[in-house]
Nanobody, 120 residues
Framework: QVQLVESGGGLVQPGGSLRLSCAAS????????MGWYRQAPGKERELVAI???????NSADSVKGRFTISRDNAKNTVYLQMNSLKPEDTGVYYC??????????????WGKGTLVTVSS
């Protein structure tokens, strides 16, 4: 089993920045990918950004140029740097990890989420 713990959420004014962290309880060396999803009130959960085992990244069009996903293998942690935040970025942000099939921790894991509120 792998536990994912998110941190870094909070209240920020429009135009501000936050950095979210997702710490995994096991090594992230064998991941297929890790990503950040968010769920706004009354809406479905959506993909925000993803990073693969090879380090490739992709992000939703709505956050391109503003959000950056990165990882630190030594700390088993994935980050989401969020700049130029907008009120529509408000929501609960969830960390997700998929470990490769055939490895000890193969499977898909979710964190419990961290709330980001963008408001003046």
């Amino acid at each position: 089993q792998v536990q994912l713990v998110e941190s870094g959420g909070g209240l920020v004014q429009p135009g501000g920045s936050l950095r979210l962290s997702c710490a995994a309880s096991r090594s992230i060396f064998f991941i297929n990918h890790m990503g950040w999803y968010r769920q706004a009130p009354g809406k479905e959960r959506e993909l925000v950004a993803i990073i693969t085992s090879g380090g490739s990244t992709n992000s939703a069009d709505s956050v391109k140029g503003r959000f950056t996903i990165s990882r630190d293998n030594a700390k088993n942690t994935v980050y989401l740097q969020m700049n130029s935040l907008k009120p529509e970025d408000t929501g609960v942000y969830y960390c997700n990890a998929e470990y490769s099939p055939g490895t000890l921790y193969s499977g898909i894991y979710w964190g419990k989420g961290t709330l980001v509120t963008v408001s003046s």
